[in-house]
């Protein structure tokens, strides 16, 4: 059974930081391609950013980009999403989703075939 648990999110001021989590287990991780995305209430999914375990290769959305580094460790089954410079924008549930397609990229949410129960991040201004 393929399991990702998030944690690290949290209540933080704008400007602030925070690092989130997702540790994957029943996955054969160093072939998976782990996004993270996230929902704001009201708001469709955005997929936020991935890495490609294999190679390491990494997207970002525009939006996050400069501001957002996802990383992974291996020896863990884990990624992280560390988040700096929160904006107020940046509150949503965030999930991270595993793909067993090892170069899949920041593709639609629907490649992407198991999920995390969620993470909520709220920014304050």
């Known amino acids: 059974e393929v399991r990702l648990v998030e944690s690290g999110g949290g209540l933080v001021q704008a400007g602030g930081s925070l690092r989130l989590s997702c540790a994957a287990s029943?996955?054969?991780?160093?072939?998976?391609?782990i996004g993270w995305f996230r929902q704001a209430p009201g708001k469709e999914r955005e997929g936020v950013s991935c890495i490609e375990i294999r190679d390491d290769s990494t997207s970002y959305a525009d939006s996050v980009k400069g501001r957002f580094t996802i990383s992974s460790d291996k020896s863990r089954n884990t990624v992280y999403l560390q988040m700096n410079s929160l904006k107020l924008e940046d509150t949503a549930v965030y999930s991270c989703?595993?793909?067993?397609?090892?170069?899949?990229?920041?593709?639609?949410?629907?490649?992407?075939?198991?999920w995390g129960q969620g993470t909520q991040v709220t920014v304050a201004s």
């Open positions: 029943g996955l054969n991780f160093d072939e998976a391609t």
């Open positions: 989703a595993a793909s067993e397609d090892p170069s899949l990229g920041l593709g639609p949410s629907r490649k992407y075939i198991y």
